[in-house]
């Protein structure tokens, strides 16, 4: 029986002309981009809320690694978003070269990617430290005390999830929560894309014929670049 | 009915050769320059908002939202494939997702948060009493009960 590709169903093959583990990461995918979704426009109603308190990106993220005291604003995260797009390539690289069936291929251009995702993840974790340890100068905030009725000032540092040196501490909590949420991704992403380099080096693929599995994983990764985009737009630029 | 067991084998079925290979990686690498070019664009705009007096405008924003657009649209349809799907999967991958994303959007800044933003003081109207006198007390410096300070402001909400 000869398999054209149908252009509209009647039966016999998948409607969407796809293997039944693709559909279903995608599936996957649809409900993780809603749930990203869902955190922005959280983000976007508050922001809205509070045009006055916040803070401008470009004066809290100004910090690059080694260079103390330099203004450099968005240097460090422009840097970031290139190697995840940068992961991204080497990873649809290691997809094409899957198509072809070229082991060698594949495993150079994961393991490209598995460096690319570790390095995105480290320059995360150092802008959660700059950004939790604040500024040198910090910042001065007067609040009554409930206990004693009395107006009390302090001088505190950096953001957390009670308090932001920089301007309203909403920024700070979606910050955590939404770079925290991706950088998860990222994180689980590296630690799939090592068990399929190593399934690969082991020859499964070779043993099914096919390396549609590195495909999959590779819609993953670039799932992950594709939400990145989202967040460096509306936490760093806008 | 006759049963057909004679499904077609997708994971094979995207197996390409050497010379469809190059095209293709040809087309991708376009691609990385296309995005990379629009991140330094971002990025140097970015820079330079506020020498060149963009901050904060309208212009910026939609400038910004569109380039990110712009930049998803070719990671889901060049780096996810989604570009060469079968129309149908496109679809039913595209069209749900979209107009969530849409009518999220459109709530979260045009209607309810724009709603909410101006008319912030007549929602929690008890919340902003019980601060406001807080603020006043202290200010005053009457604080009368020392013991039970927190809680006689903590019942007056309710």
């Known amino acids: 029986m000869a398999h054209a590709k149908p252009i509209d169903w009647g039966g016999n093959a998948s409607p969407f002309a796809s293997s039944y583990?693709?559909?279903?990461?995608?599936?996957?995918?649809?409900?993780?981009?809603?749930?990203?979704?869902?955190?922005?426009?959280?983000?976007?109603?508050?922001?809205?809320?509070?045009?006055?308190?916040?803070?401008?990106?470009?004066?809290?993220?100004?910090?690059?690694?080694?260079?103390?005291?330099?203004?450099?604003?968005?240097?460090?995260?422009?840097?970031?978003?290139?190697?995840?797009?940068?992961?991204?390539?080497?990873?649809?690289?290691?997809?094409?070269?899957?198509?072809?069936?070229?082991?060698?291929?594949?495993?150079?251009?994961?393991?490209?990617?598995?460096?690319?995702?570790?390095?995105?993840?480290?320059?995360?974790?150092?802008?959660?430290?700059?950004?939790?340890?604040?500024?040198?100068?910090?910042?001065?905030?007067?609040?009554?005390?409930?206990?004693?009725?009395?107006?009390?000032?302090?001088?505190?540092?950096?953001?957390?999830?009670?308090?932001?040196?920089?301007?309203?501490?909403?920024?700070?909590?979606?910050?955590?929560?939404?770079?925290?949420?991706?950088?998860?991704?990222?994180?689980?992403?590296?630690?799939?894309?090592?068990?399929?380099?190593?399934?690969?080096?082991?020859?499964?693929?070779?043993?099914?014929?096919?390396?549609?599995?590195?495909?999959?994983?590779?819609?993953?990764?670039?799932?992950?670049?594709?939400?990145?985009?989202?967040?460096?737009?509306?936490?760093?630029?806008? | 009915m006759e049963f057909n067991d004679n499904y077609p084998n997708y994971e094979t079925m995207a197996i390409h050769s050497e010379e469809e290979g190059v095209k293709v990686r040809k087309k991708l690498w376009r691609v990385f320059w296309i995005m990379l070019v629009i991140t330094l664009v971002e990025l140097g705009i970015g820079i330079n908002q506020d020498s060149w007096g963009l901050t904060g405008t309208l212009l910026l924003k939609f400038t910004y939202i569109i380039f990110t657009i712009v930049k998803a649209g070719y990671i889901v349809y060049a780096f996810m494939h989604l570009g060469d799907e079968n129309h149908l999967m496109r679809k039913v991958i595209l069209w749900p997702y979209i107009s969530f994303a849409l009518y999220l959007v459109y709530m979260a800044t045009i209607t309810e948060g724009t709603y909410t933003r101006d008319h912030k003081y007549l929602l929690d109207t008890q919340l902003v009493q019980q601060k406001q006198k807080i603020r006043e007390d202290a200010l005053k410096g009457k604080h009368g009960g020392e013991e039970h300070g927190g809680d006689e402001h903590k019942e007056s909400g309710h």
């Open chain 1, 21 to 238: 583990g693709k559909i279903f990461m995608w599936f996957f995918l649809i409900s993780d981009a809603l749930t990203f979704t869902s955190l922005l426009a959280a983000y976007g109603f508050h922001r809205h809320q509070h045009p006055e308190t916040w803070p401008v990106p470009s004066d809290v993220f100004h910090h690059f690694p080694f260079l103390h005291g330099t203004h450099a604003p968005l240097w460090y995260v422009g840097f970031m978003t290139f190697v995840l797009i940068m992961s991204s390539v080497t990873m649809v690289l290691a997809v094409e070269a899957g198509h072809r069936k070229n082991k060698k291929g594949v495993i150079i251009w994961m393991f490209w990617t598995i460096v690319g995702g570790f390095t995105f993840v480290g320059s995360q974790a150092w802008e959660w430290y700059i950004f939790i340890n604040g500024s040198d100068a910090g910042a001065t905030r007067d609040f009554i005390n409930y206990e004693t009725g009395q107006w009390v000032s302090d001088t505190f540092h950096g953001a957390n999830l009670h308090v932001n040196e920089y301007g309203n501490k909403l920024f700070g909590n979606f910050f955590f929560v939404i770079t925290g949420f991706h950088g998860f991704h990222v994180f689980s992403g590296v630690i799939i894309n090592i068990i399929v380099l190593l399934m690969v080096v082991n020859g499964a693929m070779e043993r099914r014929g096919h390396y549609e599995m590195v495909e999959k994983v590779g819609l993953y990764w670039h799932f992950v670049d594709l939400v990145w985009v989202f967040v460096f737009t509306f936490f760093y630029l806008l």
